[in-house]
Structure formats: C-alpha cells, structure tokens
C-alpha cells in the first residue's frame, strides 16, 4: 500500500467534502500533541514521568505526573492553534478557555489526556481519547454548559494508545480509520482504512474482580459466557483485561470482541466508572463507525443528553451482537421489573 501520510488522507477527505479546512487542522493539533505524550511516555523511569504527581483531580483521583504532563502538552499545542473556542479534560475541574492573545476557533475539544492510568507504571499501553464538538453560534466565552451535547452531534472522535507501536485510531464520521506513528519520519502513517470489526465474537472484557457486585442480568449473561459450550450460548468465549480501555478497544478494533465496565452496586451512586464526554462518547462513535455498538446497557450511549462533563455511564461496547444479547437481557429485566 502506497504509504498516506495523516495530513494527506486528510487533505483527500477535504477534497472529498467529509472534513472541513478548521476541523482537519485540529485533528493534526491534536496528533501533533500525541507525538510529544508518546515521547515522554517513551522515556519512562529515565525521563523521570513516573509515579504520582502528588496531586489530585476533580474526580478525586491521584493524579501521575505523566496524566499532568499529558494534560498540559495538550492544553498548550491548542491554545495558539485557532481552531478552538475552549477545551475540557478529564484533569480540570472547568472547560478552559483559549487565551485572549490567540485567535478562537468554532470548536470545543474533550480529552482524556491519559487513560489507564493505573498501567503507566507498570509499563501497560496507556492512550489518549478525545472528542471535537462544534461550538454552539454566538459563544465566545464556551461554559460547560455548551460541552453539553450528545454524542450524536461529535464531528470528530480518536484514541492514541502508546504501546509497543504508537497508533491514532480517528473518525469523523466518514468510516473508522488507523494511522500508525513512523517514529524515523516522525508522521502518523495510514495503516487501516475503513475498519470493520466482525459482527460476533468469542472474546470479551471486564474486571471479572466486580462479578458479586454485578446486577442479575449481568451476572447471567458473563455466566453463559464462562458456561461455554455446554452452556445456553453453545461456544467457548476467551477473556481479556489490560485495565486501559484505548487498549482494550483497540484489541476489539483489530480483531473484535466486546468490552463492558457495567454498572454495579459499589459504583451505582456515581452512574458507572468510565466518563461520558471523552470516554465513553468518543469510543461509541469509532466503534459504531467501523460497524460495532456501543451502549450503557439499556441505551445507546450517542444517544444520551449529558448533565455534567464529568458524568460517568456504564459502558457496553464492540462487536454487535454480543452487545445486542447484554443489552437485551437488561432491557427484558428491567421490562420483567
Ligand atoms: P483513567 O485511567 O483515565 O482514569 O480511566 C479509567 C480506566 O483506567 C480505564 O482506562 C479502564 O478501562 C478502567 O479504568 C480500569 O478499571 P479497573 O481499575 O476497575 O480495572
């Protein structure tokens, strides 16, 4: 395959009409960004990125120096770029507006700037997640409020995972598409174009250590999973867990399978684990762009109305139709009461 560097598949979606001139160039910011994150992340114990910062974020979570260090390459690559109004991460309490000496933009960007944190040092692939949304007309001062939007109205969603390969997996709506970083070049490379994930699957993943604390219909649809063969679903099903969900995702976007992190009773009073904005948001709208679904277990997580920007939701994701059977069951419970 002739190798299409991330600018120039972008430049052919522009020509194409899928993408417009701001957007593109904020997905090459945002790219540009996730270079640098994989160059500290890289350097490891040696670069001195290791272990906790000695902070904390509005999620009550220690935070690790590189989730900072990750946090501000990010914030200070948009900031001068012009195509943003304001940003939100998953590490500041508040969107953060553009500087006043830089030109604002039409677009507010979500981020995770480091998901699976709890992997970094421990040498686990860890990523960054974002989301792009268009800046509601007249807003120049973007509040949370205006980040509020569902998933639906994304105009642009992508995960980096920093593994043993760096790899930017993108959508904007036009099919769901992997570059791979060339590290001697320095570019995002094409490596997949128009991913599909396969309908079925053996494979899934969730932090089996949560089973007694599951709901029933949970309980009941991974117990038919580890039944197997000789159970109600009559094949064997394989699991996974890295405990980052860019890398768990992206083994499903690879080669399938389904990832849940359901709601259970000691998470119940938060609405789940995972962050609607720039977890769960973005990797619905790549996972349903290469053919898969993605849901909270009862509903289709794009469809959902936000009411915070740090909102968490449970998460049911990947290949259709296992989503479509934990789904159901679910669906049957709560109709059966
Ligand atoms: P952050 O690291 O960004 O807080 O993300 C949450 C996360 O680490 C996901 O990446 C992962 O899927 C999940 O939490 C792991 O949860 P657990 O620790 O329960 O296995």
Known sequence: MKSISLIQFLIEERRAGH?????????EVVARACKRIAVATNKGALGGVLGDAGTGNIQGEAQKKLDVI????????????????????EEMEDPQPIPDMYPKGHHLLLFDPLDGSSNIDVNISVGTIFSILRCPDGVTEPKAEHFLQPGTTQLAAGYVVYGPATVLVLTF???????????????????????RIPEETAEFAINMSNQRHWETPMQRYIGELLAGVDGPRGKDFNMR??????????????????????LDAKIKAKGGKLRLMYEANPMAFIIEQ????????????????????????PVFLGSRKEVEVATHYHVEADRAG
Do not use: K
Not at 303 to 311: A, D, I
């Open 19 to 27: 993408v417009n001139a701001e957007l593109s160039l904020l997905i």
């Open 241 to 262: 867990w890295v405990a980052s969900m860019v890398a768990d995702v992206h083994r499903i976007i690879t080669r399938g399978g389904v990832f849940f992190y359901p």
């Open 290 to 313: 290469a053919g898969g679904a993605a849901t909270t277990g009862r509903e289709r997580i794009m469809g959902l109305q936000p009411t915070g920007l740090h909102q968490r939701v």
């Open 173 to 195: 709506g036009h099919g769901t598409h992997e570059f791979t970083l060339d590290r001697e070049v320095g570019s995002f490379i094409l490596s997949r174009r128009d991913i």
């Open 70 to 89: 990750s946090n501000e390459i990010l914030l200070e690559a948009n900031a001068w770029g012009g195509q943003l109004a304001a940003c939100a991460s």
